[in-house]
């Protein structure tokens, strides 16, 4: 049934129909993940339809719903109403699903007045400036929906400190090319020795971290070069970083693989093995657990080398 439905979905895009696509987009209740945790926030432009349809399947336990970068002016209309069906057919998901809208001058304060009805976990806004700006947002966003914020303006890494104006702003992410260009400042300076990135690395991390904000490492680019990417990401996390936006799937593998949080990966370990074998002592080998997925004897034995591992 949702393979019909996507095709149809797919259809009214083709014919750039948005009449037809609006009357897809059925406003439902979902249940909201809270969950802070992430590590991988992988980027999907929302005028693909083959990426979106493949959410739960991605390693990323943080997708970015993008309606700004990499979405041409003409596609901003379809894509949000296609935001607003993928978030329809997802009312509940492991994976936090945020929306980056556009700016606020730029259509952002009237793409989230529309999105409200779907309720994302979180609305991104781009090229926030000013306390005032973040306090315009809240007053229109959803009491459910978390606030997070692109830090990518010299006002607004000016306000930094100042920008958490409550509890609903809960992650900064930091968006290093277009912060240096409106700084004036070049690009040859994002560079792993270079002292003014390792400080603006070093103070965007302490100040969130200050004000009760989660701090997103920036997108490396070269997305063909997990090399140097994987160089950044030891870095980052030398440094205290546990979050960094990517852009390919091999760079949400490494994320999640350098940025493991040992704990909650022990303690995933230890219900696995309880799990199992209780249903192993009534005959059952493999289950889905509603929480935790389907587990049979490798995934068992596997939980059991990670706590034999870790002691």
Partial sequence: MQNEFLEKVEEAYIKRDLQALDALASPRARTINTNSGFTSVLMLSCNNIKHLSKIEELEADCIMLNLEDGVSKEDKPYALVICAIFLSLHQKSEKKLVVRVNALEEGGYEEITYLNQFSPDAVRVPKIKNTQEVKNV?????????????????????????????????????????????????????????????????????????????????????????????????????????????????????????????????????????????????????????????IDEPIYKGALALLENSD
């Fill in 138 to 294: 809240l007053a229109l966003l959803n009491n459910k929906t978390e606030l997070h914020l692109s830090i990518e303006t010299a006002q607004a890494w000016h306000n930094l400190s100042a920008l958490a104006v409550n509890q609903k702003v809960t992650t900064f992410y930091l968006g290093i090319l277009d912060l240096f260009a409106d700084m004036k400042l070049s690009h040859h300076l994002i560079d792993r020795h270079n002292p003014t990135m390792l400080y603006m690395l070093s103070h965007f991390l302490i100040t969130c971290k200050s004000v009760g904000v989660k701090p997103v490492s920036f997108v490396y680019q070269d997305y063909k070069n997990l090399i140097e990417f994987g160089k950044w990401v030891s870095l980052e996390k030398s440094m205290g970083y546990n979050a960094k936006g990517c852009i390919s799937p091999k760079q949400v593998e490494m994320v999640n693989l350098m940025f493991v949080n040992e704990e909650a990966q022990i303690n995933r370990a230890k219900i696995i093995i309880k799990l199992f074998e209780m249903h192993q002592e009534m005959g059952v080998t493999g289950f889905v657990d509603e929480e935790y997925g389907f």
